[in-house]
Nanobody, 127 residues
Framework: QVQLVESGGGLVQAGGSLRLSCAAS?????????????VGWFRQGPGKEREFVAA????????RYADSVKGRFTISRDNAKNTVYLQMNNLKPEDTAVYYC???????????????WGQGTQVTVSS
């Protein structure tokens, strides 16, 4: 069983920054470690469907971003700490959402391809 826990959300003014963290614990007994999984960030705003934000490959060498966050958000990982980060700069009110991290076998942008999900962390950007 894998548990993912997000943190770092909060209230910030437009133009501000936040760094979200996704920490993994209790790695599944498949013989694989957290560092062998890709991790993605998704978000769900009020009245909206869950959407892809960013993803990073198991080794951190490949990343993928939604067009809406390119140039503003950066995803990274520290496998020694079993943690993936999402640095969010120049935040906009439309970035307001609950942000979730999830784990997949490969770098993906489709939510259906992710197995384990965290509970989410709220990000609110005021204008």
């Amino acid at each position: 069983q894998v548990q993912l826990v997000e943190s770092g959300g909060g209230l910030v003014q437009a133009g501000g920054s936040l760094r979200l963290s996704c920490a993994a614990s209790e790695i599944a007994g498949s013989g694989r470690t957290f560092s062998s999984y890709a991790v993605g960030w998704f978000r769900q705003g009020p009245g909206k469907e869950r959407e892809f934000v960013a993803a990073i490959s198991w080794g951190g060498g490949r990343t993928r971003y939604a067009d809406s966050v390119k140039g503003r958000f950066t995803i990274s990982r520290d496998n020694a700490k079993n943690t993936v980060y999402l640095q969010m700069n120049n935040l906009k009110p439309e970035d307001t959402a609950v942000y979730y991290c999830a784990q997949a076998d490969a770098l993906q942008s489709r939510a259906a391809e992710y197995d384990y999900w965290g509970q989410g962390t709220q990000v609110t950007v005021s204008s």
